[in-house]
């Protein structure tokens, strides 16, 4: 069966590399891929938003099954794409339509949908230009902090937290009137504050039935001790120890069946990855975001820990039998570190050669952003490389990742030492 991934970070590699391990496996193509998928599969230099190239690469290689990495191509129809075409309709792909993938596109569309199904989040107002005023009046007459998020995609960026009432009143002129992140920002919501420590878990759903992948937790700060900005994920654990079977079991009642029940009720068939970003509020999950994609740099922890083979799971989910699947988990940590471009997120340099270690058993190298330059590996994004280790205590996986992290060298490279940390204090003793 011939594969093709579309995405080009440590995720899609974290795929790629599940993939090659298959069974079942003929021949696997990555677009546009990184150094890394470089090697196990075939790189082809395809946007992931050219439908059209993506519809000629599938048909010339008789791909059979298209696993679609990132948000944008979903949001912007790529399935819908696929189901309209008489020549691509068979071709089985893992991923929701445009409409369930409002999810993610929309957090006005997501907002309304949770609380329509009774599912757990933070209160919240949305504002467009035409109510600004009765906007600044709500965040003039109520205590913060406050929560302004843009409704459309903003690249992680689109959440301004702020607790001084003049600075969110400015922030939310801004958005509305001054196009701060552009078109995602002409509708914002003001949200209530939640309290509480984060974690992410991921389903993957073939519309009916549903698998509960491994959670992880996500570092997305760039500093540590999560200070200064935001970024795309600097490191992730998984599991998550203060995530317990009775914290994980409210999740599955209180958030995942009923948002799937809603997305059949709306009509809307989600076949794919669903990742629901969560904060536990004293043991209550709330829900902070839908995404409706993998995590990037959680699948490079989630990928490590699953023994099934992941064609058969992609298979089943396409074909809507994902009941028949039993999801044999690595009980083991898996700690990833990323190492990243000096600078990032602000401005940073691509082109740097790289030298990379060679992973042993317990460790596993996902590029993101690199390329091929002749022979040599070269830096090619933000984020660059993330270095996943295993271990039978969260405290050796962390060392077997840093270890790694520290080994991965080029010009102003950086990543934090802290992935996991945090955590200790959860850990059964
Ligand atoms: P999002 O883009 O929705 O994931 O938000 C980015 C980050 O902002 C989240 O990972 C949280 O750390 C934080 N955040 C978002 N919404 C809230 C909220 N209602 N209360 C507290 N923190 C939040
Ligand atoms: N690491 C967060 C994300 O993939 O959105």
Redesign the pocket.
């Known amino acids: 069966m011939n594969i093709l991934i579309l995405g080009s970070g440590g995720r899609e590699h974290a795929f790629a590399w599940k993939i090659a391990q298959s069974p079942k496996r003929t021949r696997l193509f990555v677009a546009p891929g990184n150094a890394g998928t470089a090697g196990i599969a075939t790189n082809v230099n395809l946007s992931v938003n050219d439908f059209e190239g993506i519809k000629k690469l599938v048909l010339d290689q008789q791909i059979e099954l298209v696993v679609v990495g990132p948000e944008d191509p979903l949001v912007n129809g790529i399935v819908d794409f696929f189901r309209n075409d008489r020549a691509l309709k068979k071709v089985k792909i893992i991923g929701p339509d445009a409409a369930g993938a409002q999810l993610e596109g929309s957090?006005d569309f997501s907002k309304a949908f949770m609380n329509k199904y009774g599912i757990p989040?933070?209160f919240?107002h949305t504002f467009t230009p035409e109510t600004l005023a009765e906007g600044l009046k709500y965040i003039s007459e109520n205590p913060g902090?406050y929560?302004l998020?843009a409704d459309g995609l903003?690249a992680?960026?689109?959440?301004i937290?702020t607790a001084d009432p003049s600075e969110a009143q400015q922030t939310l002129k801004d958005m509305l009137e001054g196009g701060k992140f552009g078109k995602a920002g002409s509708k914002v919501l003001i949200?209530?504050?939640?309290?509480g420590i984060?974690l992410s878990v991921f389903v993957l759903t073939d519309g009916t039935h549903y698998l509960l992948l491994p959670e992880a937790k996500?570092y997305?700060r760039i500093g540590e001790g999560d200070t200064g900005l935001?970024t795309g994920g600097m490191g992730a654990v998984s599991p998550v120890p203060f995530a317990d079977a009775a914290f994980l079991a409210k999740v599955e009642e209180r958030v995942v069946i009923p948002t799937l029940k809603g997305l059949q009720e709306e009509g809307i068939h989600y076949v794919g990855f669903l990742f629901i970003?969560l904060?536990n509020d004293g043991g209550d999950p709330?829900v902070?975001?839908y995404?409706v994609r993998m995590g990037d740099p959680e699948t490079e922890v989630v990928m490590p820990r699953i023994k099934t083979d992941l064609v058969r799971i992609f298979n089943a989910a396409a074909k809507g039998t994902l009941d028949k699947i039993r999801l044999s988990v690595n009980p083991k940590y898996a700690v990833t570190s990323m190492v990243v471009a000096g600078g990032y997120p602000g401005h940073y340099k691509k082109g740097d050669v790289m030298e990379i270690p060679e992973a042993d058993k317990d460790t596993v190298i996902f590029h993101a952003g690199t390329t091929l330059l002749d022979t040599a590996t070269v830096t090619n994004g933000g984020r660059v490389i993330a270095l996943t280790g295993m271990g039978r205590t969260l405290d050796s996986a962390i060392r077997k990742s840093q270890k790694m992290a520290r080994k991965v060298k080029f010009k102003n490279r950086y990543y934090r030492k802290d992935i996991g940390q945090d955590l200790k204090e959860y850990v059964n003793k």
């Open positions: 957090k989040t933070a919240s902090p929560v998020k903003a992680g960026k689109g959440v937290i949200e209530q504050f939640l309290k984060e996500d997305k935001n970003g904060m709330y902070i975001e995404n």
